[in-house]
């Protein structure tokens, strides 16, 4: 069987580690605590806060978050704009809607980002329901070398790969 070269859209695997490293290191070092994207949830907090300041007050929920203005939502703007940038600096475009969907389901926007919302929001209520963040865990606490991050990160590749094989089945192997 001949070996195809293929490209990716993707970054090297080393720049992308270095990056990924002194993004961590800067926010260790700038902010202090480990890094988490679950910064929007303030935001949300400081919004709310603005319209219905009495019922921030009595919920318990609200009260366990950090105030508007902390590190996490910069660390999430920052995400964004690192996105962007890395999307936009590869050596091949980034699609919307990438070729594998395509053949599994159809190439309407409308449907790829209506499911993307819908896994967004199941992984959201996951880390909300578990009272804190999954991307938290896994990175920072990987990046220190605690067993719970690393045991984490194996269990997010291994059910990654199995909802994989369950949405896209067989498309994209090689007959």
């Not at 090297?12 to 700038?30: N, S, Y």
């Not at 988490?36 to 921030?56: D, L, M, N, R």
């Not at 395509?102 to 190439?107: A, V």
């Amino acid at each position: 069987m001949e070996k195809k070269n293929i490209s990716t859209a993707y970054w090297p695997w080393l720049p992308a580690a270095f990056a990924l490293a002194g993004i961590i290191v800067f926010i260790f070092a700038t902010f202090g605590p480990p890094a988490s994207s679950s910064g929007f949830v303030s935001t949300i907090k400081g919004a709310v806060q603005t319209v219905a300041p009495e019922y921030v007050e009595n919920k318990t929920h609200y009260a366990m978050m950090p105030d508007t203005g902390s590190w996490l939502f910069a660390f999430v703007l920052g995400m964004a704009m690192g996105g962007f940038i890395a999307g936009r600096t590869g050596r091949i475009p980034v699609r919307d809607i990438p070729e594998i969907w395509e053949k599994r389901f159809d190439s309407s926007r409308t449907r790829r980002f209506a499911a993307t919302f819908v896994g967004g929001f199941i992984i959201l209520f996951a880390a909300r329901l578990a009272g804190g963040c999954t991307l938290g865990l896994f990175i920072s606490g990987s990046s220190q070398l605690a067993v719970s991050g690393l045991y984490f990160g194996a269990l997010i590749f291994a059910f990654a790969m199995v909802t994989a094989r369950l949405v896209y089945g067989r498309t994209g192997k090689e007959e």
